[in-house]
């Protein structure tokens, strides 16, 4: 009878001894392809789970022409390694010679972005792939056309079997598979991300670059964070007054939303010239120089630029430190590395 | 002998009436529990300038981003209940609003809720938060921000629109975070499920009890220990709760 009401009140001291009770709420997790450094998780839709056979098929279809109404471009002509997969280029031209107003963008850690493209006008990936095979200034191809063009390759129906298994080959599985590639450029190997493992010490130029760029002196870092060094948000930084190009809000149709565009990544920033939506700036001088002192107003400014004057008034040994700081964000292994190069 | 067994049968009632008003709760008793954001008593609207603050400076909001920590439900006789966060709150983003909606509260009275705003040294740890928008929160030279509140607003002596920045977080080393006790947040769970709103005025940032100038602090109060030392402060009484 002793043990019995020992067993009782043991029971009701551990159903009740608890003051804190701790509730999880629940999140709706993401895959983790990396962390490196603080990079955060990357979400990959459940739909489209990265594969060895998705990547090697994202990469063949990425740099094969193709895609493209005469064979002649591929993705990588207007996002070229070499160049962190921008194009150098201010106007990217298509195949049949004409030209857009945006320049393209460059394709560094796209696995982080919630949208596409500088007005965030493709949700995803995928979505985004779609539209330059079929638009008449990029590679002008009718969609029907480049799948009939595939079924009809040497090895491209095996390749979509293996990548996807349904044994079919649709405009679905094309952007599937590039999205898959691209999901896999990941940069993280700057000079920068060496210093931060220890690897590196930051020249003074650099380390006052560094500091500048991280203070409010600077005031970069609030757009331009760690570790992706872009926040993908959109930000009307001060490039007009007046604006022909409306940006953002041509998504959104809000006029707060006027002349802002993506916060583009400063990683491998010294590889992607020319500079802007517009690629109007050519070197990063030149983008110092108009954060420094070129800031136009106008009604949706964003807080972040508008400092005073407008200006930030940088002195020219200041304007070298930034630079110097900028250049530490080079990945070489990424423009060099050999599984992101064309493998045909 | 006897006393033993009605020991046992005491105990055994308590421990079984116990567990079924436990179940019977979890059944009954859910609790919602919410952010919202206003001026006063409008719900905030972001790119319009037409708040006015204790200094008399007209001002808009662009941004409001902010973490809230340790939510405590506080119960009467010393159960406390812990909503495990850190929430990351974008006031732009509904999806963001909701800090719990499935927690089964036990029936009784409840005498307050307490929340950290920010983040406390525990947890202000560099890369300790993974999610883009959490990390885009990061805070130089470590931790995160607390707070991201920016916006503009027109000078007394001038009609040129100047901009705010208003980014608290452990500035020099020094946590500036703060426990809060919502006002009236006590409330008392019988068999219905519960709602409970947190409300954020922004202008209790601005006026209560001192003055936050934003012609003394545009910009560049991340290394100005007395502006966040204000903000503090002002901070105490910026949430109150509504209950339903």
């Excluded at chain 1, 590039?178 to 000079?191: N, P, V, W």
């Excluded at chain 1, 992607?272 to 420094?292: K, Q, W």
């Excluded at chain 2, 009890?209 to 502006?227: E, L, Q, V």
Aim: include cysteine.
């Amino acid at each position: 009878m002793k043990n019995l009401l020992l067993i009782f009140s043991l029971f009701i001291i551990i159903s009740c001894k608890d003051d804190i009770v701790v509730i999880t709420p629940v999140y709706n997790h993401t895959h983790l392809l990396i962390t490196t450094n603080g990079f955060p998780s990357m979400k990959v839709p459940n739909n489209n789970p990265i594969t060895v056979q998705g990547v090697q098929l994202g990469r063949k279809l990425f740099y094969d022409p193709i895609l493209s109404g005469d064979s002649t471009q591929s993705c990588s002509s207007c996002h070229q390694q070499k160049h962190a997969f921008s194009d150098p280029q201010k106007f990217s031209v298509g195949i049949d010679g004409f030209s857009g107003s945006r320049n393209a963008s460059a394709i560094i850690n796209p696995g982080w972005l919630p949208s596409a493209f500088w007005d965030g006008s493709e949700k995803s990936l995928e979505s985004q792939a779609r539209s330059p095979v079929s638009n008449p200034i990029e590679m002008h191809e009718d969609w029907a056309n480049a799948i009939v063009k595939l079924k009809n390759h040497s090895t491209y129906p095996a390749d979509f079997k293996a990548a996807f298994s349904e044994g079919i080959i649709s405009k679905e599985l094309v952007t599937m598979a590039i999205a898959q590639f691209e999901r896999t450029l990941i940069s993280d190997q700057s000079k920068f991300d060496l210093f931060l493992d220890g690897n590196y010490d930051l020249t003074p130029l650099e380390a006052a670059g560094f500091n500048l760029f991280f203070t409010e002196k600077g005031e970069c870092f609030h757009c331009h964070g760690q570790p992706l060094f872009t926040d993908n948000e959109f930000h009307n930084n001060g490039l007009d007054a007046v604006f022909n190009d409306i940006g953002y809000q041509d998504v959104t149709g809000k006029t707060s939303d006027r002349g802002k565009f993506r916060t583009p990544t400063l990683r491998n920033v010294a590889f992607s010239a020319p500079y802007m939506h517009d690629g109007r700036f050519n070197t990063l001088e030149e983008v110092i120089d108009f954060y420094s002192d070129g800031i136009r107003t106008s009604s949706t400014l964003d807080p972040l630029m508008a400092h005073g004057d407008n200006s930030f008034n940088w002195t020219n040994l200041e304007k070298q430190q930034l630079l110097a700081f900028l250049k530490t964000l080079s990945d070489t292994s990424f423009i060099n590395n050999p599984d992101f190069k064309s493998p045909w | 002998m006897k006393k033993l067994a009605l020991s046992v049968l005491v105990l055994s009632s308590v421990f079984f009436s116990s567990c079924e008003e436990a179940e019977k709760i979890e059944q009954h008793a859910h609790l919602s529990l919410k952010v919202e954001h206003k001026v006063d008593s409008n719900i905030l609207a972001f790119d319009t300038l037409i708040y006015v603050n204790s200094v008399g400076h007209k001002y808009e909001v662009q941004t409001l981003k902010y973490f809230v920590s340790n939510i405590l439900l506080h119960k009467s006789g010393g159960k406390v209940i812990t909503i495990k966060g850190p929430f990351y709150i974008d006031a732009e983003d509904e999806s963001t609003f909701e800090l719990d909606h499935h927690t089964d509260l036990s029936p009784g009275e409840y005498e307050k809720i307490t929340l950290t705003f920010g983040l406390d040294s525990a947890l202000n740890i560099s890369n300790s938060l993974t999610n883009a928008k959490e990390v885009g929160m990061a805070w130089p030279g470590g931790g995160y921000h607390y707070m991201k509140l920016e916006g503009t607003y027109k000078p007394l002596d001038t009609s040129i629109t100047k901009s705010f920045l208003i980014h608290t977080g452990a500035t020099m080393g020094n946590p500036y975070h703060i426990d809060i006790e919502i006002p009236n947040s006590n409330f008392t769970i019988s068999d219905q499920d519960i709602s409970i709103k947190i409300s954020m005025n922004i202008n209790e940032w601005f006026n209560n009890p001192y003055n936050y100038d934003f012609s003394d602090y545009p910009t560049g109060i991340m290394s100005k220990m007395d502006a966040q030392m204000t903000l503090k402060t002002n901070g105490s009484s910026v949430f109150t709760a509504t209950i339903n």
